[in-house]
């Protein structure tokens, strides 16, 4: 069961898996608190006892369904700590806002600066940049309408922590590219994920949207490419020790099980059946998904069996009729 501990100068959620082969416990870190501020907000009262708020116990619960939390000893052991966090709240909200406002005034200045009349640079760049700039101004447009919903609503206490330097897009982003990949609107989309891969180093399931759009247009060697780099991204995004039985109980891991599932699919249309059917067989060893392996075997086998009738018709073909 879930339990709070000091490390260093932070307090961190964390949860005992047994390591698959060594059979040892070894902690996995759900969640980390790291200034008083983001503490305080994170615990509730409720009635006599005090316990963790509801948004981020929602949150947790949904990242880790296979995981029970006792909220009231996460909450108590929260209080007794929360005197070794620093204060430095303050300093985070503000490097935050810097961030933004530095990167809004570089934005303004190259783009202000220089009109696509008067240089051929900056029409060339800003061109090369369109589809990018053009998803910026419905992005910016979007979080103003939503800042303007915010000005009079109810704020959980979640409201206080700081968006992390490293974080990944929002759900509601997520859901924009679920959308316009649904469309078929590919070819925008691409410049798109191509930004924001670059935007977010860690945003595995972009590499894997660009993989399948690679893979729609036939490319099975961009689409590899793109699935094996989400694959790499998605094996960090949980911890190495974590159990295979809670492989699928954690939403943390399902990024690099599509992205080595969508591989092998990739693997398979390229012809390359021997790796293909490799990380078959280790998707049905390591994730215990025999279904998904499967598919991908069966697709080799469609695979071969269609280039062996395409070589016999050809073959066929060659030697049929007289001869000179």
């Known amino acids: ?48 006892r005090a316990t963790v708020e509801p948004i981020l116990r929602a949150e947790l ?49 190259e783009v202000a600066g220089s009109s696509p009349q008067a240089f051929r640079v900056a029409r060339e760049a800003l061109a090369e940049n369109r589809v990018g700039l053009e998803f910026l101004a419905e992005l910016v447009t979007t979080q103003l309408k939503l800042l303007d919903r915010t000005e009079h609503s109810v704020r959980p206490p979640s409201w206080d922590r700081v968006p992390r330097e490293d974080g990944q897009p929002t759900g509601d982003l997520e859901e924009i590219i679920a959308g316009q990949y649904e469309s078929g609107e590919h070819e925008r989309l691409a410049g798109i994920l191509a930004l924001l891969v670059e935007a977010y180093p860690r945003y595995a399931d972009g590499h894997n949207y660009l993989g399948l759009i690679a893979f729609d247009r036939r490319d099975w060697a961009t689409a590899a490419g793109h699935f094996e780099r989400a694959a790499e991204i998605g094996r960090t995004l949980f911890g190495k020790r974590l159990a295979k039985q809670h492989y699928w109980l954690e939403l943390s891991t399902r990024p690099w099980i599509r992205a080595r599932h969508n591989l092998g699919l990739a693997l398979a249309e390229a012809g390359d059946a021997r790796r293909a059917l490799a990380l078959a067989d280790k998707i049905e060893r390591e994730v215990g998904e025999p279904g998904g392996a499967d598919e991908i075997r069966n697709r080799v086998a469609e695979v071969v069996d269609a280039r062996s009738h395409r070589r016999a018709a050809k073959a066929r073909g060659h030697h049929a009729g007289p001869r000179a």
């Open 1 to 48: 069961m879930p339990y709070v501990r000091i490390r260093g100068s932070q307090l961190v959620l964390v949860h005992g898996a047994r390591h698959p082969e060594t059979k040892q416990v070894e902690q996995q870190i759900l969640h980390t608190w790291y200034s008083r501020t983001e503490a305080e907000a994170a615990v509730a009262a409720a009635g006599r």
């Open 61 to 109: 619960e949904l990242d880790h369904p296979g995981i029970r939390f006792d909220w009231a000893k996460i909450a108590e052991t929260i209080h007794q700590h929360m005197h070794i966090l620093p204060d430095d709240h303050g300093a985070r909200e503000a490097r935050y806002k810097d961030r933004l406002r530095g990167a809004l005034v570089g934005c303004v200045r």
